[in-house]
């Protein structure tokens, strides 16, 4: 049984034993608690990390734009 507040009902304009179709909107999944989340973050950012020093010169390079060197870069 699932049970609609009254003001909700009304606002909805539904009346006893209305055909009413249930979706979910947001997630009551096991991945979804804060200690799954956090997890996720440190695989994402382990993930970042890992190849960083070996491709930071071109990192570097990129950051430049197709410009080059910025106002607040270093020479």
Known sequence: MIVIP???AEAWQLRENFPLEVHRVGSTSERDTPEAIKANVEQAMQAYQDPLPLHEEAYREL???PEGLGPHDDL
């Open 63 to 65: 950051a430049k734009g």
């Open 6 to 8: 009254q003001a909700e």
